[in-house]
């Protein structure tokens, strides 16, 4: 019997152990409750302490419609940068071109460019070519100018090439040598002539060269070497200035004089002959006497040898030997 009475107080305990009675506080709430506040500060005083200046603050909640929105922005643009640094210049170009006339329209004909204006660097050397430059060509010198004095320096202005296409008209072409025609021997150990490539028979001439550049009347004192026939073209209307060396010269001289000496010998030589078919008598007498000369000129000979020393000869040294050479080349 005090079995079965003691169940249910047994149950009912339970229920008030399970339940807000039985061994509850009434103070178990309140300690919990500043427990969890006591922690919520901690973190929060923690995450100020270890806050960075340039650290944005954190969203608990779902973020708003602009945040994402300028969270995507960002991303879409370092995606395209990443994009366009891969690109070359004419893939970007191409990709703006693009772009535009999707966005606002129009045709690709209006995007090319015309290239009426181009030019080249041999079309800025031709309209600011000088065949002589001056100081006063000098004097203001823009990138188009500098371009074409660096190319005039570069010229080799010893001998010219000649066109002499037109040479009835008495108008004549004429331009300094290239490096390349300086190697070849073009103008120089070739006929001038550009449409000539003659070795043989080739002199020198020196041309007053009139022309008009810019606008301006200028001359210039030039050297050409030509073969005969270039030569008579040259010279088809007046005859210009040859050019020739002093060695050229002198030897002319040596010749002619030579040549002088020879036929008052053999003059001689005839005058001695006549005489000797008028009789021996004669021929004799101009023996003895040409004998007689022979032997006054080797006496003086003889003695002149003894007056003093042998006279020196002036040797030439081995500069002056190249230049003589080279005037020779050059002639």
């Excluded at 999707?102 to 181009?118: A, C, M, P, V």
Aim: net charge positive; hydrophobic share 25%.
């Amino acid at each position: 019997m005090c079995m079965g009475w003691m169940k249910p107080l047994q149950k009912k305990e339970m229920g008030e152990m399970h339940g807000h009675g039985g061994y509850d506080s009434d103070f178990s709430d309140d300690e919990h409750c500043g427990e969890s506040s006591k922690r919520k500060k901690r973190t929060v005083e923690d995450d100020l302490l270890l806050k960075k200046p340039f650290q944005k603050e954190k969203h608990g909640k779902v973020a708003h419609k602009q945040v994402a929105a300028e969270l995507l922005d960002r991303e879409e643009a370092r995606n395209r940068r990443f994009h366009l640094i891969a690109m070359d210049a004419y893939q970007r170009h191409t990709k703006f071109v693009n772009d535009y006339i999707l966005y606002y329209g129009g045709k690709r004909e209006d995007f090319r460019r015309s290239g009426e204006n181009d030019k080249t660097d041999m079309d800025v050397i031709r309209e600011n070519h000088r065949f002589l430059w001056n100081e006063e060509d000098e004097m203001d010198m823009n990138w188009e100018k500098r371009l074409a004095k660096k190319y005039y320096d570069k010229l080799f202005k010893e001998y010219c090439i000649a066109d002499l296409s037109r040479y009835k008209e008495n108008k004549f072409g004429f331009r300094w040598r290239v490096e390349k025609e300086v190697i070849s021997g073009k103008g120089q150990f070739f006929c001038g002539n550009k449409c000539c490539d003659k070795k043989e028979g080739l002199k020198s001439w020196e041309v007053n060269f009139g022309y008009v550049e810019h606008g301006e009347k200028r001359n210039a004192l030039v050297k050409l070497r030509l073969c005969q026939e270039c030569s008579f073209k040259l010279n088809f209307y007046h005859r210009r200035k040859e050019v020739k060396s002093k060695k050229r010269k002198n030897k002319a001289k040596k010749d002619c004089e030579e040549s002088s000496h020879k036929k008052s010998r053999l003059s001689s030589m005839e005058e001695t002959s006549k005489k000797k078919d008028k009789g021996h008598s004669s021929s004799k007498k101009s023996e003895n006497s040409l004998n007689q000369n022979s032997d006054e000129e080797e006496g003086t000979s003889e003695s002149e040898l003894w007056k003093g020393p042998v006279p020196e000869t002036d040797e030439k040294s081995q500069e002056e030997e190249f230049d003589e050479y080279f005037q020779d080349l050059f002639l």
